[in-house]
Nanobody, 122 residues
Framework: QVQLVESGGGLVQAGGSLRLSCVASGGTFRWSSMGWFRRAPGKEREFVAAIAWNGINTYYADSVKGRFTISRDNAKNTVYLQMNSLKPEDTAVYYC???????????????WGQGTQVTVSS
């Protein structure tokens, strides 16, 4: 059973930056693809970014390309989401999740964290 715990959320002004972290335990993190998703108020949960087990292959949603960077440190069982040039529309609860393969499909992620709130003020 994989357990995921996110941290790093908070309140930031538009144009600012935040780095989210997600620490995994209880499973084979090294071989899992990891994803970040978000849910804005009144909206469905949506894909943000994903990274393969090797830390090389990545996917990004069009809305965050060029602003967000996903990375991982397998020695620390941690995946990161560096968020730059934040916009008010990035305000959401951000979740990390684990999958057996690299995908943007939310249905393919088996394990989820509890989420961390990111609020971007204008």
């Amino acid at each position: 059973q994989v357990q995921l715990v996110e941290s790093g959320g908070g309140l930031v002004q538009a144009g600012g930056s935040l780095r989210l972290s997600c620490v995994a335990s209880g499973g084979t993190f090294r071989w899992s693809s990891m994803g970040w998703f978000r849910r804005a108020p009144g909206k469905e949960r949506e894909f943000v970014a994903a990274i393969a087990w090797n830390g090389i292959n990545t996917y990004y949603a069009d809305s965050v390309k060029g602003r967000f960077t996903i990375s991982r440190d397998n020695a620390k069982n941690t995946v990161y989401l560096q968020m730059n040039s934040l916009k008010p529309e990035d305000t959401a609860v951000y979740y990390c999740a684990a999958s057996g393969f690299l995908t943007m499909n939310i249905q393919s992620y088996n394990y989820w964290g509890q989420g961390t709130q990111v609020t971007v003020s204008s």
